[in-house]
């Protein structure tokens, strides 16, 4: 039994005050919880943020879209302008775990959520992000799930999300509040690549609290797309996903945002791809070179190289139905 404190906070102001070293923020809990039960998180303090008022999605005066960060999955998925304006988010978010999770977990927990990676879940096993300096039994071991892209000899841990490889695609900005005030971090920014630190996993300061998402204004001629490949249907993560938000004017690729999932230690911003469209016909052949520069720098373990053309072949599926190429 490990021993905790319990704290509902009332407001925002509360919830930082008693967010510091050594306490988790807890609202669905879907995460959370499960890694408390396997050991690998041993918070001494506990802060419900559950009531805290965090969960209205509404239209910012930009034209843009803000998600609270309490918003459940499922009202995001669902919600009218999401699905209409910015698809590539509901799609993601359908994608990924069960109706029932997808009722409770939240936005601000997904974009937190932790790596699936079996080491990194198994105590008996070596894992620099649960103990620094402990070792990676990953490199060496069954890596067939772990990344090709952002990786360090320290950790090859894949990031998990669905979600937040839609919104690096439509390069959403994260809103928080810390004790020094409020503060913006762009997507692109939010979540660290492993390096020598792999338990550093994004840039939020001990008790920052994320209190909303913000979507920019897409322009309507934009078109967004979502395409995951896994090993089953439904309630698994991605091998391979890729998200894509495409602007194409006379068959011309006039604005491109890709980002995949599946491959890297992080959401992954894929601007060689982008550099490559752009300016571009939408043709299958401009896809293919695309894909192939976002892959470019991509680092195979022993069983994991097939991720490599399974990227670039899920890649190119997207941009494909984005762009209207049969």
Known sequence: MHPLAWLRADNVGDAVASGGRGAKYIAGGTTLVDL?????????????????????????????????ALATNTAVARDETVVTKYSVLSQAILSGASPQLRNVATTAGNLLQRTRCPYFRDPSTACNKRTPGAGCDARGGWDRSHAVLGTSDQCIATHPSDMCVALAALEAVVRTQRAAGERAIAIRDFHTVPGAHPEVENVLEPGELVTHVELPALPASARSIYVKVRDRASYA??????AIVL?????????????????????????????????KAARRDVFEAAAAAALRAATPGKYNAFKIELAKRTLVSALARAGGVT
Do not use: H
């Open 36 to 68: 408390m039960k396997q050991g690998v998180e041993r918070p001494k303090t506990l802060v419900d943020i559950g009531r805290l008022p965090l969960a209205r999605i509404e239209p910012t005066p930009s034209g843009g879209l803000r998600i609270g």
């Open 247 to 279: 602007e194409v004017e006379g068959g011309t690729i006039k604005r491109a945002r890709v980002a995949l999932g599946g491959v890297a230690t992080k959401p992954w911003r894929a601007e060689e791809a982008e550099l490559a469209l752009v300016g």
């Open 237 to 242: 993560f991605a091998l391979a996903s890729a």
